[in-house]
């Protein structure tokens, strides 16, 4: 069994800054916390930031030069430090981890972020 437990989402005003961080557990010694995908109400399910398979981060281009995505490999944990909010990232944050092996993905139950103008 697998849990990714999500936290720090909230409400912030534009120009704020939230830090999200998601920690992964279970069975599978093979799992890795990968990154982070938002859903907007309506819209479908985005790639924030993730790391490659190679450990390379990548970004989607409206959060780069504003979000930080890290990890630490040895306790299974990946944060988003979000800077310059805009009330365009508002949205449900969720956290994605992967096993290795059988490349099935795993995904958090979501955290609120809500940005007002």
């Known amino acids: 069994q697998v849990q990714l437990v999500e936290s720090g989402g909230g409400l912030v005003q534009a120009g704020g800054s939230l830090r999200l961080s998601c920690a992964a557990s279970?069975?599978?010694?093979?799992?890795?916390?990968r990154g982070w995908y938002r859903q907007a109400p309506g819209k479908q399910r985005e790639l924030v930031a993730r790391?490659?398979?190679?450990?390379?981060?990548i970004y989607a281009d409206s959060v780069k030069g504003r979000f930080t995505i890290s990890r630490d490999n040895a306790k299974n944990t990946v944060s988003l430090q979000m800077n310059s909010l805009k009330p365009e990232d508002t949205g449900v944050y969720y956290c994605?981890?992967?096993?290795?092996?059988?490349?099935?993905?795993?995904w958090g139950q979501g955290t609120q972020v809500t940005v007002s103008s």
């Open positions: 279970g069975s599978i010694f093979t799992l890795n916390v």
């Open positions: 994605v981890a992967s096993d290795g092996l059988s490349s099935r993905d795993y």
């Open positions: 790391f490659t398979s190679g450990a390379t981060p």
